[in-house]
């Protein structure tokens, strides 16, 4: 069984950056594939990034390509994303999920967005004002 949780959110201004962390226990976690999801009110739970196990492939949304970063140290057991140049329209709560699989093989945006996440964190809430 794998267990997460978040933290790292807050209240910042546009243009702020910020640091958000999935602490992460279980015997799967060292061989899973992790994401971090967001739901912004009104909205469907979105994909944001997501990384195999090994670190060496990672997916990101079109709309957070180039400003988001998602990394891990399994030594740590944790999972990172930087969030940079923060946008009023990234405010949501953010979750941290583990999957089935390794991920380490991926290579289409269908793999990454289709496969199921079945274990979740309690999400943190990232607000970001004009």
């Known amino acids: 069984q794998v267990q997460l949780v978040e933290s790292g959110g807050g209240l910042v201004q546009a243009g702020a950056s910020l640091r958000l962390f999935c602490a992460a226990s279980g015997r799967r976690f060292s061989f899973t594939r992790m994401g971090w999801f967001r739901q912004a009110p009104g909205k469907e739970r979105e994909l944001i990034a997501a990384i195999s196990w090994s670190g060496g492939s990672t997916y990101y949304a079109d709309s957070v390509k180039g400003r988001f970063t998602i990394s891990r140290d399994n030594a740590k057991n944790t999972v990172y994303l930087q969030m940079n140049s923060l946008k009023p329209e990234d405010t949501a709560v953010y979750y941290c999920?583990?999957?089935?699989?390794?991920?380490?093989?991926?290579?289409?945006?269908?793999?990454?967005?289709?496969?199921?996440?079945?274990?979740w964190g309690q999400g943190t809430q990232v607000t970001v004002s004009s």
């Open positions: 999920a583990a999957s089935y699989d390794s991920g380490n093989y991926y290579s289409s945006r269908d793999e990454w967005v289709q496969s199921p996440y079945p274990y």
